[in-house]
């Protein structure tokens, strides 16, 4: 098949995202609702996506009273590599066109190339302009919450926040079994009681099949670390308390405590004692990185390169936490 080219848009955009989060975005319908085909004045009133081969999807945004309808059929799902999917808004056309959304790693997250087929010479430019205007918005729904990063409770304590799938055992044993534990922070047997040891060797760049070299002060790490913890607080399956680190004025003291909220479940990690800003800017970036494995292991997603959200991480966590 011959493409004429000078019917034929192509952008690419880089997002500091990893590559499945930015493919799930189009799939997504509470994500996608958001930003695709949204306009600034309008809202988005119906989101249908079937996100196979051969499924089709329906948005409409209602501008001025007026729903327009943005309709397709899925040709190609290879995630997080490929996406392509037929297009017409039959308001302005009732000609199938064909988008393909190629995405590959680069620089911490991934670049994006939209090409769109078979668009009409004089819509060219208003539907770049589009296109420019929709990956705005997919770019602002990646950006993380403030409520991701961790706040600052009192000197020396940093406490996360994150709504994870339930129901509350299963997270539970992603926090007390090591075989699950290992697949998001480190593995390593727990004697279940207050008292108890628990031996803990980290492989931070096994964490996920997307890889990324570490930053050149935790090289020495590439083998795997081992740290010693003692067991503080452990009341199942709401509340578990662990000694961290060690040092003169002694270990800091993590708790994760978990509360069901509905079908979800609520943690809240708090690192307590940390005697520094350094000691905050190694374990603030550290466990961001680490409970951003754990939501996407739990959603059942591959998660991007720990190293590649940790740099991202340690970057912001320099703005957020104030110069002593």
């Not at 499945?20 to 509470?30: G, H, K, N, T, Y």
């Not at 078979?118 to 997919?138: C, K």
């Not at 697949?183 to 628990?198: D, F, I, K, N, S």
């Not at 509905?262 to 603030?284: C, E, N, Y």
Request: proline share 7%.
């Amino acid at each position: 098949m011959t493409v004429d080219s000078e019917r034929v848009l192509r952008i690419t955009r880089h997002f500091d995202a990893s590559p499945e989060r930015v493919f799930d975005a189009w799939l997504d319908p509470e994500t996608a609702g958001k930003w695709l085909f949204a306009t600034p004045t309008g809202q988005m009133t119906c989101v249908q996506i079937d996100a196979r081969v051969g499924g089709r999807f329906l948005l409409i945004d209602t501008r001025n009273g007026e729903g327009v309808e943005h309709i397709g059929e899925y040709l190609e799902l290879d995630r997080p590599r490929r996406l392509a999917f037929t297009f017409k808004v039959p308001k302005y056309s009732s000609e199938n066109t064909r988008v393909t959304i190629d995405i590959v790693p680069a620089a911490g997250g991934c670049d994006l190339t939209l090409t769109h087929e078979a668009v009409l010479p004089e819509w060219l430019d208003r539907t770049r302009q589009g296109w420019t205007m929709i990956l705005d918005g997919l770019a602002g729904s990646l950006q993380p919450a403030s409520g991701d990063h961790a706040i600052l409770v009192e000197p020396g304590t940093l406490r996360f926040e994150r709504i994870l799938p339930g129901p509350i055992e299963r997270v539970w044993a992603y926090l007390t079994e090591s075989d699950k534990r290992a697949q998001w922070l480190a593995a390593g047997e727990m004697e279940p009681r207050v008292g108890g040891t628990v031996e803990l060797k980290f492989y931070h760049s096994s964490l996920s099949r997307n890889t990324a070299p570490p930053p050149e002060q935790y090289k020495n790490q590439q083998e795997g670390q081992g740290t010693s913890h003692t067991v503080t607080r452990f009341e199942p399956p709401r509340l578990l308390g662990l000694t961290w680190g060690s040092g003169k004025d002694g270990p800091s003291e993590v708790t994760f405590e978990l509360t069901p909220q509905g079908d979800k479940v609520r943690l809240v990690l708090t690192h307590r004692r940390l005697r520094d800003r350094k000691a905050m800017l190694a374990v603030g970036p550290g466990w961001h990185s680490h409970l951003a494995v754990l939501v996407d292991r739990l959603e059942g997603r591959e998660p991007a390169a720990f190293w590649a959200v940790f740099i991202q991480a340690r970057s912001e966590y320099e703005k957020r936490l104030p110069a002593e």
